[in-house]
């Protein structure tokens, strides 16, 4: 299993949904900020549908954001229906690729079999976290097991399968947030292949960005705290890592997420009632730092205007004024 990345000459972005839901605001803001990143530097943008888990996805939800994608403007260089020399595109499509990376990381000992129990692991839930969005840390009860244990234990179980995470701390220069370091065990052990079979989301989005030649990773400052697992994924396989960049979340003016609470956020919900997409483009490019007002423009109009420096690197609040230019 070859990466591209480290002989890459143009630069390569993408855009990576989980088609769980509709698109709202919250992601459009990644989608345009990768996609102006990659047309301000000549690069590629892709778009990659990240359905591994399988029962929380649904085929309206990827035909949807095929739709809103187009609708605001921002078109991709590979991906579903543009199919280039990395497809497949769609994640459930690429499960031998993964399976592949899983048996090499098993020979070279990075993966150890896990059978610890919904309620084992729901006590260690108690714990104090190790990280915020990623839970408690694992505390290894299974990494020790000798092989007698481990026949033991498998007779009773299908286990999991988890990446032991190396004992260093992981540091990176993120482009929005600037440099970043996470203690050892950075989040700890996490699962790789679950007991149902279904593979990770750490590990896919790892040998996507890999067998893509992902340069730049632009993305939701909610999946910071994933980014040292994966950069000890991409260690271990002995790949190139790209640069991350992780850009704010938007949050409601109870400083909470944005969220269905807050209103009509999906795109799909503004565009029935009336929403112009530049009016949604100028909003998303003020909140980014990219405007000094959120006056309606095309996302083409604005790729001059992008500026990493300028994205501020905290979370930005969708205030009601901010709502009065979507009306
Ligand atoms: N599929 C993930 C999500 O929708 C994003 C993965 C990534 O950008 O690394 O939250």
């Known amino acids: 299993m070859e990466s591209i990345s480290n002989n890459q000459a143009v630069r390569r972005g993408r855009f990576a949904p989980t088609p769980s839901g509709f698109l709202h605001l919250g992601n459009a803001l990644p989608a345009l900020l990768g ?3 990659m047309r301000k530097a000549g690069g590629q943008f892709l778009l990659r549908i990240e359905d591994i888990d399988k029962p929380r996805c649904k085929p309206h939800y990827v035909e949807q954001i095929y739709r809103d994608m187009d609708w605001l403007g921002l078109d991709w260089d590979e991906g579903p229906g543009l199919e280039g020399d990395c497809a497949p595109y769609i994640q459930n499509e690429r499960l031998q690729l993964y399976e592949r990376a899983l048996d090499k990381l098993l020979a070279l000992g990075h993966l150890y079999p ?11 839930a108690s714990a104090p976290h190790g990280l915020a969005s990623l839970g408690p840390v694992y505390p290894g009860l299974c990494r020790e097991l000798t092989e007698e244990e481990r026949k033991q234990k498998a007779q009773l179980k299908t286990p999991s399968l988890r990446f032991a995470m190396p004992d260093r701390s992981q ?3 993120d482009g929005v947030l600037g440099e970043q370091c996470f203690a050892a065990p950075a989040g700890g052990d996490f699962v790789v292949k679950r007991a149902d079979g279904i593979i990770g989301y750490q590990l896919a989005v790892v040998v996507d960005d890999a067998l893509m030649g992902i340069t730049d990773v632009l993305r939701g400052g909610d999946l910071l705290d994933s980014t040292p697992r994966q950069l000890a994924l991409f260690a271990a396989m002995d790949w190139a890592a790209p640069q991350y960049a992780h850009v704010p979340l938007l949050v409601g003016e109870d400083g909470r997420r944005l969220a269905k609470r807050h209103g009509s956020i999906t795109l799909n919900a503004l565009r029935a009632s009336g929403t112009q997409p530049q009016q949604i483009i100028g909003l998303l490019a003020y ?18 205007e992008f500026e990493m420096s300028l994205i ?3 979370h930005v609040t969708l205030d009601q004024q901010a709502w009065q230019v979507l009306i």
């Open 287 to 304: 909140l980014a730092g990219l405007l000094p007002e959120p006056e309606p423009i095309q996302a083409a109009d604005l790729i001059d």
């Open 35 to 37: 996609w102006l990143q």
């Open 114 to 124: 896990c059978y610890c129990s919904r309620a084992e692991l729901m006590a260690i």
């Open 312 to 314: 501020p690197n905290h």
């Open 171 to 173: 540091s990176f220069l």
